[in-house]
């Protein structure tokens, strides 16, 4: 671990202004209990959450650096890598699969030459699995970096959220 920031490498102020609004919602002696909150905070401005980001978090918030890693490994929708301009996080538990979502992620996996983990050699597309976003009524279910929630995937529309994204990421 102990991987520290280069120079000019730190959280914005806004991003350390959000996580205090973030730990207001606990009793001083239980700021620990913002983690998940603040490293989605530390990741929505980083788009990923390098070592150093996750150890700055868990100084704010008094707890040691092992513990904040914890937590990141263990939920999927932290990234402990870089990933591509858009995360496209696909539910595959068992109603988004039964509902087509295993054919959706054959093929996004043909249509954009990556496999689930991997990002497209542009920098643009990385395709994870999803777990279950509470949307099942809505299968398949995807995400984009974890904040836009996209329902009824068919080939038809992923082909129209692709070139969406591609052309917003060329404006």
């Not at 991987?3 to 700021?31: T, V």
């Not at 995360?87 to 509902?99: E, G, Q, V």
């Not at 777990?131 to 970096?145: I, K, Q, S």
């Not at 009824?152 to 529309?157: D, P, V």
Request: hydrophobic letters at 45%.
């Amino acid at each position: 671990m102990s991987a520290l920031p280069e120079p000019g490498q730190s959280l914005s102020a806004q991003a350390w202004r959000r996580i205090d609004r973030e730990i207001a919602k606990y009793p001083p002696q239980q700021k620990r209990s913002a983690v998940v909150a603040a490293l989605a905070i530390a990741q929505d401005e980083l788009h990923w959450l390098p070592a150093w980001a996750i150890e700055a978090v868990a100084a704010y918030l008094g707890m040691p650096a092992i513990a904040a890693f914890e937590v990141a490994s263990f939920y999927a929708m932290f990234d402990l890598e870089p990933v591509g301009r858009y995360k496209l996080a696909l539910c595959t538990n068992l109603p988004c699969a039964l509902s087509g979502a295993t054919r959706s992620a054959k093929y996004l996996k043909i249509r954009l030459g990556i496999g689930f983990g991997q990002t497209t050699s542009d920098g643009m597309f990385t395709l994870k699995e999803g777990e279950c976003f509470g949307a099942c009524g809505d299968a398949p279910v995807l995400l984009v970096n974890d904040q836009r929630m996209c329902s009824f995937q068919t080939e038809e529309r992923l082909d129209e959220l692709i070139a969406e994204l591609q052309q917003k990421a060329g404006e």
